[in-house]
């Protein structure tokens, strides 16, 4: 993410910590990243220690100021709880970032019990566990929070071939609107972003493997605006929504695709024709990206 593309000014978030789930890799590293370079204080969590420990270095070296790593697997409750509270007697919070996701494509039909589990359990339950502990606290200090979740447009129509997802997402969505309205009176913000193709690695490979020849990884293809987003701008949404100036906005679902959505272009209109050899492929690249990304937990 280049800082010099952000739009606001220097010291905007200045006295806020913010915790950022799935925060080490990705769309949550680049957010960490954007609130830190303007004074923000960040927690970022995810399941790989190591990992934590390498991008809160790496932010620190450049910008400065407080980067905590804390590993945690937001599926348990009592491991959210734990977090949360270490985050807690660290110096609070002021504000959440629910990004942690699991996603893959996979005809509905392919799927079983435990991979349809493995994407519901961190988006869907685990974004509500991390939003309840955090929102409980705010609440019984009468302190005031904002809370941003990481969605997709999916939550409006669905997404043929990530069913799970698009299932958990949507419930996100719900919940945004929900607790939006139900602890308003407490000062706490509930809002959303639906991003469009913002290539990272993890979604590439899971999301749009390289297949019988096929191109891998997210792209511009059936995009209005002929381009994939830049990181800059999702970064400047978030600040928006997350700093100061903006409390106004609540319960709110915001797209930044580049009008895909409204173009009505599927991600993926291709998988329609795949049959079980591209299938198969498709299962197999994903479950080596999948063991790789164990390997590296268990290091």
């Known amino acids: 993410m280049d800082a010099t593309r952000l739009m606001f000014k220097p010291g905007l978030m200045q006295g806020e910590r913010i915790l950022i789930t799935g925060g080490g890799t990705g769309l949550g590293r680049e957010m960490a990243e954007a609130f830190l370079s303007l004074g923000a204080r960040v927690v970022i969590c995810g399941r790989r220690g190591e990992v934590l420990k390498e991008t809160a270095q790496a932010l620190t070296e450049r910008w400065g100021g407080d980067v905590m790593p804390i590993a945690c697997d937001i599926r348990s409750a009592e491991a959210v709880a734990e977090m949360v509270e270490d985050a807690w007697a660290s110096g609070g919070l002021t504000g959440l970032v629910n990004n942690a996701a699991g996603n893959f494509i996979s005809r509905t039909e392919d799927l079983s019990a435990k991979g349809f589990e493995a994407v519901t359990s961190i988006v869907f339950r685990g974004s509500f566990y991390v939003t309840l502990e955090v929102g409980k606290r705010w609440i019984e200090a009468k302190q005031r929070g904002s809370v941003l979740s990481i969605l997709a447009t999916t939550v409006w129509r669905g997404s043929p071939f990530m069913t799970p997802s698009a299932m958990s997402k949507a419930g996100v969505n719900v919940m ?124």
Request: aromatic share 6%; glycine share 14%; with cysteine.
């Open 176 to 299: 945004t609107q929900s607790l939006a309205v139900e602890w308003a009176h407490h000062g706490i913000r509930l809002n959303a972003i639906a991003p469009g193709p913002f290539p990272t690695p993890g979604a590439g490979d899971r999301l749009s493997p390289a297949v019988a020849g096929a191109e891998g990884g997210l792209n511009a293809r059936g995009n209005p605006m002929g381009r994939v987003g830049e990181m800059h701008e999702l970064c400047n949404l978030a600040v928006l929504l997350m700093g100061p100036g903006a409390e106004y906005i609540n319960g709110q679902t915001i797209a930044i695709d580049g009008a895909a959505f409204l173009g009505g272009g599927q991600m993926r209109p291709e998988l329609f024709t795949w049959g079980d050899e591209e299938w198969a492929a498709a299962r197999q690249s994903i479950r080596a990206v999948n063991d790789k990304d164990r390997a590296q937990r268990t290091t």
